[in-house]
């Protein structure tokens, strides 16, 4: 599979929001926080579904957002696992064991397995795998330092964990912003060529927000409640 693009230079801000894991209020309220702007780009780096209670909700507040915004909507292994099992490249048992209970249930599940809304159905199988601009580059995992965006692998880009270790800065000289490998005390990981922002918010954490021109961070919990910024 050739990975999808967008490449973009120019925008007010810059803004990555981490895995969001069906978390809608603490999306909701993340976003009346930032109030983006049609200047603005809003990169989010994928695991919109599982985990959470409302990924059904979820992908309703970004459908929306992306009317309002330049909205680039990443990949994650959750919704790869999801679209796998709608189209019958894998077994559910994975998947439901990695929190697909509780999306089906987010859909109101009652069976059928054509349970997702077109408008939704469209917006999983459009997200892109990677988006790159001129300083930064974004993935929902992970990346090989030396091998050009356009060749990276699936299993680097969504399914890498920084646990596994922590790729070196990469061939570009861009800085990488990934999620995916949570960080359970809900702090932004930032070694320098490289920041990760998941930071747990289904588990009792935050979902992160980041501005990567200013380096301005948001935070919100599950339940809706800001955290101050440091």
């Known amino acids: 599979m050739v990975p999808r693009c967008l490449v973009c230079i120019l925008s007010q801000r810059l803004i990555a929001i981490g895995d969001i894991h069906g978390c809608r209020v603490a999306l909701e309220e993340l976003l009346q926080w930032i109030a983006p702007t049609q200047d603005d780009i809003l990169v989010t780096l994928g695991d919109y579904v599982d985990r959470g209670p409302d990924a059904k909700g979820v992908v309703e507040v970004l459908l929306e957002l992306g009317k309002n915004t330049q909205m680039v909507p990443l990949m994650?292994?959750?919704e790869e696992m999801m679209l796998d099992v709608l189209d019958g490249r894998e077994s559910h048992h994975g998947w439901l064991r990695y929190g697909g209970v509780e999306t089906l249930e987010s859909y109101g599940f009652d069976g059928d397995m054509d349970f997702l809304p077109e408008e939704h159905s469209q917006f999983y199988r459009d997200l892109h795998d990677y988006f790159e601009t001129d300083q930064f580059f974004f993935t929902h995992a992970a990346y090989d330092p030396g091998t050009d965006f356009a060749e990276q692998t699936i299993e680097m880009l969504r399914w890498h964990s920084l646990r596994?270790?922590?790729?070196?800065?990469?061939?570009?000289?861009?800085?990488?912003?990934?999620?995916?490998?949570?960080?359970?005390?809900?702090?932004?990981?930032?070694?320098?060529?490289l920041v990760c922002i998941d930071t747990f918010c289904y588990g009792g954490g935050y979902l992160t927000a980041i501005d990567l021109h200013s380096r301005q961070t948001w935070q919100v919990d599950g339940q809706g409640q800001r955290r101050a910024p440091a």
Request: without cysteine; negative net charge; hydrophobic residues 25%.
């Open 76 to 78: 994650g292994n959750h």
């Open 164 to 193: 596994q270790g922590i790729p070196g800065p990469h061939m570009s000289g861009k800085t990488a912003v990934v999620g995916h490998t949570a960080n359970h005390e809900g702090e932004v990981f930032d070694v320098g060529h």
